[in-house]
C-alpha cells in the first residue's frame, strides 16, 4: 500500500469516529418511545414478553428517568464496539492491510452507524451475545450451554431475536464447535435440546406473554415507573404488549408498496460493500473441504430465509436490513477460523475504484430504522 493510499483509509477512520458522534448527537434530540417504554415494563404482572431489560433496571431503581435510556444503550454500544475490535484484531489483524476492510464493516453505515441511531432498541444486544461467543473457547460443551443460554436471554429480551440474531449464533456454534471435532451423540441431544427449547420460548413469548390486564391499568403502572409520569406521550405504543401476530402481519403488509420503495436504495447501499462481499466469497471458496464449504452456504441460508421470515412480519426494514449484513459480517469472522487450502487476499488498499467506494460507505452515516435514511 502506498503512503497516499494509506493516508486516505487513516483519514476514512477518523472521519467515521466524527460521523458516529454527530449520529449519536442526534439522536439525543430525539424522544425514545420505544425505547423507553422498554425500561418501564417488568414481570410484575407475570410473565411477560420484551421485559426483560426493565426487570433488571427495576432492580435497581423504582424510578426511570428518559436519559437513562441513552446512558444504558450508550454503554452497550461501546462494549459492543470495543468486543467487535478485539475481534477483528484477533481474527485478521488491525495493520495498514486490514484497515479497508475494518472500514467496509465496523465503519459500514448497517452496522455500528446504524446501532447509534436504533439506539435503545434492542438489535445491538445480539450483536453483542454474538461476539461474545466468537471471543470465548470453544472447547467443551460449555460452550454449546453458553449459547444457549445467550439465545435464551435474548429471546427474553425481546422475541423476534429467534429471527435476528439466534440462527446466526446457532451458525457461530457449529462453525466453532461441531465443526472441528468429531460429533458425539450427546453433543447432539444438547444441540437439538437446546434449539428444541429456544423455540418452546419463542412460542411462550409470543402468544402467552401479553400483558393480562386492561390497558389502561398497563399505562397506569408505568406511570409508577416513570421519573416524570406527565410524559405520557412516551407510553404511546403501550400498545405493542397487547397487538396480536395477526395484527402485526397486517400493519407490515399494509406498509408493503411504500415499503418495497426502499429496495433499490438497499440493493445500492449493499453494492457499495462489494469489495467486502468479494472478500467473503473468496473466504469461503477457500476453505480446505468441500462440506465446511456446503455447511456455511446452508448457514447463510438458513440466517436469510429468518430475516425474510422478519420482513413479512414486522415492517422496521431498515433495522432488519441492517442486522442481517451484521450477521454477514459475523459470519465472515466464523468462516475465517476455519481452515483454508490458501491464503485470502483482503480488501485491495491500492484500488482506486475501492477507495471511492470506501469514502462512500464512510460518509453515509446511518440506514435507520423503516424507511432508508
Avoid at 452497550?76 to 495493520?95: D, E, H, K, M, S
Avoid at 467473503?280 to 452456504?297: S, T, W
Avoid at 484500488?351 to 440506514?367: Q, S
Amino acid at each position: 500500500m502506498t503512503a497516499a493510499y494509506s493516508r486516505h483509509w487513516r483519514t476514512m477512520l477518523a472521519v467515521n469516529a466524527a460521523v458516529m458522534l454527530g449520529v449519536f448527537l442526534h439522536k439525543l434530540t430525539l424522544p425514545p418511545y420505544i425505547p423507553y417504554i422498554h425500561l418501564l415494563v417488568d414481570f410484575h404482572h407475570g410473565f411477560i414478553k420484551r421485559a426483560l431489560i426493565g426487570a433488571i433496571v427495576g432492580l435497581f431503581t423504582t424510578k426511570v428517568p428518559v436519559w437513562l435510556v441513552f446512558a444504558i444503550a450508550g454503554s452497550v454500544w461501546l462494549i459492543t464496539f470495543a468486543l467487535f475490535v478485539q475481534l477483528f484484531r484477533r481474527t485478521f489483524g488491525l495493520n495498514s492491510a486490514q484497515l479497508p476492510l475494518f472500514v467496509f464493516t465496523a465503519g459500514s453505515p448497517f452496522v455500528f452507524k446504524n446501532f447509534l441511531f436504533t439506539l435503545g432498541h434492542f438489535d445491538v444486544y445480539g450483536c453483542l451475545g454474538a461476539i461474545i461467543l466468537m471471543l470465548v473457547p470453544a472447547g467443551s460443551l460449555g460452550y454449546v450451554l453458553l449459547a444457549a443460554l445467550t439465545s435464551a436471554v435474548l429471546v427474553l429480551i425481546h422475541h423476534i431475536h429467534l429471527l435476528m440474531y439466534v440462527p446466526t449464533i446457532a451458525a457461530i456454534v457449529v462453525l466453532r464447535y461441531y465443526l472441528p471435532r468429531r460429533t458425539t451423540r450427546l453433543d447432539m441431544a444438547v444441540g437439538g435440546a437446546a434449539l428444541i427449547g429456544l423455540g418452546a420460548l419463542f412460542l411462550t413469548a409470543q402468544f402467552l406473554g401479553t400483558m393480562p390486564l386492561p390497558e389502561a391499568d398497563f399505562t397506569a403502572y408505568l406511570r409508577t415507573r416513570m421519573a416524570d409520569p406527565t410524559r405520557t406521550e412516551l407510553l404511546q405504543f403501550a400498545y405493542v404488549w397487547y397487538q396480536p401476530l395477526t395484527k402485526e402481519v397486517q400493519d407490515t403488509w399494509a406498509r408493503l408498496p411504500s415499503n418495497l420503495l426502499g429496495v433499490p436504495v438497499y440493493a445500492l447501499l449493499l453494492w457499495l460493500h462489494a469489495p467486502l462481499w468479494r472478500t467473503f466469497r473468496d473466504l469461503i471458496g477457500a476453505l480446505e473441504e468441500q462440506r465446511h464449504r456446503q455447511i456455511v452456504i446452508a448457514a447463510l441460508v438458513v440466517i436469510t430465509l429468518a430475516y425474510l421470515v422478519m420482513f413479512a412480519m414486522v415492517f422496521d426494514y431498515s433495522r432488519w436490513i441492517s442486522s442481517w449484513v451484521v450477521c454477514m459480517v459475523l459470519m465472515l469472522h466464523a468462516v475465517k477460523t476455519l481452515p483454508t487450502t490458501k491464503p485470502v487476499a483482503l480488501i485491495d488498499a491500492g484500488d482506486r475504484t475501492t477507495t471511492i467506494l470506501g469514502w462512500i460507505v464512510t460518509a453515509i452515516p446511518r440506514v435507520g430504522i423503516i424507511r432508508p435514511f
